[in-house]
């Protein structure tokens, strides 16, 4: 049996490799549940009922570092604004993560180190409030590859003292996070679980022509 499925296997990482991270046009099209305008118009003026609920929506996928909510300076309403912490992007291996949605964004956190944070922001309007969900990605910056072997044997010509049985920590060192775009996937399920929650659910069945 593994030996059957390691073609396909090979052949979804050839695919990705020739696609790219940055494909984002044919990662949308990767998507497969419905799409909602970002940002979302919540038609509801109660600014705690929207705050909770979205605050509640948010927790199950990130970890919130800070909340600047919605305030009244004079006779405008300010701006909300909801931060998270960066967290490792969902595998293919963890579909019992609320962020492990099938696509591309998916797969390229399988083979890659990814990290994810999301920023919300809650806008007054005249109707209500709009919701814009913005998920960022970033790459792990590494100095080398974690298995590489080149160059391991060769020898050093820079006067670098070095001692018999002295122990070296050969795992690459992390040089930073490298932004690679967002994840709208992942903003539309936010989008889709917060509207299920102050509206009725829409279908995911596109309309079929007459």
């Known amino acids: 049996m593994a030996l059957l499925c390691l073609p ?3 052949t979804n990482v050839w695919q990705l490799a020739d696609q790219g991270p940055l494909d984002i046009a044919a990662a949308e099209d990767d998507y497969p549940g419905p799409r909602l305008e970002n940002p ?3 038609p509801i003026r109660d600014q705690e009922l929207v705050w909770s ?4 929506t948010l927790d199950d996928y990130f970890r919130i570092t800070s909340e600047k909510r919605v305030r009244l300076v004079g006779t405008v309403l300010q701006e909300g604004l909801i931060e998270t912490a960066p967290q490792a992007a969902a595998t293919s291996l ?3 993560s609320k962020d492990s949605i099938p696509g591309f964004y998916n797969r390229h956190a399988t083979y890659q180190s990814i990290r994810q944070r999301a920023t919300i922001r ?4 005249r ?4 919701i814009e969900v913005v998920v960022l990605r970033e790459l792990e910056d590494l100095d080398h590859p974690e298995f ?3 160059g391991g044997a060769t020898l050093r010509h820079d006067g670098s003292l070095t001692r018999p049985g002295q122990e070296v920590d050969e795992r690459p060192i992390r040089l930073g996070w490298i932004p690679i775009g967002h994840n709208p996937a992942l903003e539309q399920a936010i989008l889709l ?3 299920e929650r102050l509206f009725e659910p829409i279908d995911a069945t596109p309309p079929e022509d007459p």
């Open 148 to 150: 590489a072997t080149v």
């Open 122 to 125: 809650v806008i007054p309007v």
């Open 127 to 130: 109707d209500g409030f709009e």
């Open 193 to 195: 679980q917060l509207q």
């Open 53 to 56: 609920q979205l605050v509640d």
């Open 94 to 96: 963890e579909p019992w």
């Open 8 to 10: 396909g296997c090979l």
């Open 40 to 42: 979302l118009l919540i």
